[in-house]
């Protein structure tokens, strides 16, 4: 063998190990050094780690439609039939995933509950309040994303959309369900 044969041969095994090991030291750099990670935000509500779990929250009995349901709880205390016509609005336009969310309509209890709304009442007013907030709770009942009184109900929308999207649906829960 030629030397220039034997200098391309080990030149390939170098561009071989290097096609294998730049990725991994990169994502090492990445990681250590954040670099290149983006910090943007791409929700819409505000992130809540900090509120309680919803079983600790001082509600009557609530209740989903399905076990494995999200829950689009909002906080209803002015113009209560309207915000619970716009949540519903919003919980149809999930379309085939809508059997996914379940609404619950805290307080308004002067009004009929919608179709597949159910109403409880605080009985008790926490100190994380906010009158008019809507909050997203995941399966385990934790609060996820809340939102302000003004949002754009497209927002919401969006956020949940993604929300079903990155969390699928187990294959046998509708199978669960029935």
Same mark, same amino acid.
């Given at each position: 063998? @030629?030397?220039?044969?034997?200098?391309?041969?080990? %030149?390939?095994?170098?561009?071989?190990?290097?096609? %294998?090991?730049?990725? #991994?030291? #990169?994502?090492?750099?990445?990681?250590?050094?954040?670099? +290149?990670? =983006?910090?943007?935000? @791409?929700?819409? +509500?505000?992130? !809540?780690?900090?509120?309680?779990?919803?079983?600790?929250?001082?509600?009557? /009995?609530? *209740?989903? !439609?399905?076990?494995?349901?999200?829950?689009?709880?909002?906080?209803?205390?002015?113009?209560?039939?309207?915000?619970?016509?716009?949540?519903?609005?919003?919980?149809?336009?999930?379309?085939?995933?809508?059997?996914?969310? *379940?609404?619950?309509?805290? +307080? $308004?209890?002067? *009004?009929?509950?919608?179709?597949? /709304?159910?109403?409880? @009442?605080?009985?008790?007013?926490?100190?994380?309040? !906010? =009158? $008019? @907030?809507?909050?997203?709770?995941?399966? !385990? $009942?934790?609060?996820?994303?809340?939102? $302000?009184?003004?949002? /754009?109900?497209?927002?919401?929308?969006?956020?949940?959309?993604?929300?079903?999207?990155?969390?699928?649906?187990?294959?046998?829960?509708?199978?669960?369900?029935?």
């Amino acid at each position: 063998m @030629t030397d220039a044969r034997i200098a391309r041969s080990r %030149f390939k095994l170098l561009a071989l190990f290097a096609v %294998f090991a730049l990725p #991994m030291v #990169m994502a090492w750099g990445m990681v250590e050094w954040r670099l +290149g990670i =983006p910090d943007e935000r @791409t929700a819409h +509500g505000t992130l !809540e780690p900090e509120l309680p779990q919803l079983a600790d929250w001082p509600l009557g /009995e609530v *209740s989903k !439609e399905g076990a494995d349901d999200w829950l689009m709880a909002f906080d209803c205390t002015r113009d209560c039939a309207e915000s619970a016509d716009r949540w519903w609005r919003v919980h149809r336009a999930l379309g085939r995933d809508a059997h996914r969310v *379940s609404r619950l309509r805290i +307080g $308004g209890t002067q *009004s009929e509950a919608l179709p597949g /709304e159910s109403v409880v @009442t605080w009985q008790g007013a926490p100190e994380w309040r !906010e =009158p $008019g @907030t809507l909050w997203i709770i995941d399966p !385990e $009942g934790r609060a996820v994303l809340s939102y $302000g009184e003004g949002v /754009e109900a497209s927002n919401v929308l969006e956020d949940i959309e993604r929300l079903l999207e990155l969390n699928p649906e187990p294959p046998l829960a509708r199978l669960h369900d029935e």
